[in-house]
């Protein structure tokens, strides 16, 4: 009886360290998950200029507050982000692949853009880095000096901006269409081309958040002449310069977008102990001294918002009013006849 209970036993106990070792180990969840992960970080735009500058801090610093991950940067440019965006939004709802694309996005979802493939209401929200106000940039060689300068200059003056469908295309042409801006809309300009473009003389001027150009005005190659939203005392604020009540909803409409600047955002569906790991990675980044000192030291501001708080504000911004649906339209649609002339 002995040896046959020290046999069944033995037997069992094969046969339990056969069915441990079969089995799956259990599976890691939550900041676990990430350790010996790679994350893939989108960057909708080229190398160069602000959205690739962001990219690259925010990715640093969440693998520095995520033990054992890797973020690669990966640049996705084209149709003015529409085609890194699409890939976010299809990617994997692993919590593998994560990226920045620029508000823009928004009025084109708004519009029913084609080329959107995605819903921005049901992406995973992580953050926004900043709240970026818009600035009207000219280059330092214009005769035009202030914003009136360019309402009555006689001539046509080339602005850059990136692809059909960025914010920096969307938000010119309406500018210009609404009031009545001697501006010709040149698209195609990626990272910082704009800026060399309008050094080499081929562009005039360009509408961009401040801190994208602030570099720029600094070296002394081109000066701010209105500005929309921020804080800023230094360069008058549009808002104050209008009188149109079109105009100054469609001022107020930009402001509200540049108060979510500089957004990462994942696919719908990422797990629920992912996605909090994800956002808490983004928090701690944000939040890390040296970041804050790195992005100080390239002027690039950082005013932080977390996860659901973000997912309400982009709700809130695809809950326009008809009549400001009629106004984007409206502002997109019109056509404008210009010749190509520089100050």
Known sequence: ?????????????????????????????????????????????????GYDAYARLVA???????????????????????????????????????????????????????????????????????SDPRVITIGSQSTIKSFQ???????????ATGGIG??????????????????????GYSGDEDQSAVQRGEIGGAVSSRSSWEPFVRKGHGRFIAQIGGIDDDVPQLASMVTDPTAEALIAL????GDIGRLTAGPPGIPEDRLAALRNAYRAALEDPELLANAKKRLMPID????????????????QKPETMILIKRALEKKRTASSDMP
């Open 166 to 187: 960025s914010a920096t295309y969307v938000e010119s042409v309406m500018l210009a269409n609404v009031l009545n801006l001697p501006v010709k809309v040149l698209t």
């Open 1 to 49: 009886m002995r040896g046959m209970s020290r046999g069944f036993l033995s037997a069992a106990g094969s046969l339990l360290a056969v069915a441990m070792a079969a089995s799956p180990a259990p599976a890691q969840t939550g900041a676990d998950f990430y350790k010996g992960k790679t994350v893939t970080y989108i960057a909708a735009t080229s190398p160069g200029g």
């Open 149 to 159: 300068d360019l309402v009555e200059y006689k001539g046509v003056v080339n602005f």
């Open 254 to 257: 930009i402001q509200s977008q």
């Open 304 to 319: 932080p918002l977390y996860g659901e708080d973000v997912a309400k504000r982009i709700k809130e911004a695809l809950n």
């Open 60 to 130: 640093a610093y969440m693998q520095k507050h995520l033990p054992g991950s890797n973020f690669v940067v990966k640049n996705m440019p084209g149709a003015g982000h529409l085609i890194g965006a699409n890939a976010i939004y299809a990617a994997n709802p692993d919590g593998l692949t994560i990226g920045i694309f620029n508000t823009g996005l928004i009025y084109n979802q708004l519009i029913k853009n084609p080329g959107v493939g995605f819903d921005l209401a049901r992406m995973s929200w992580i953050g926004k880095a900043a």
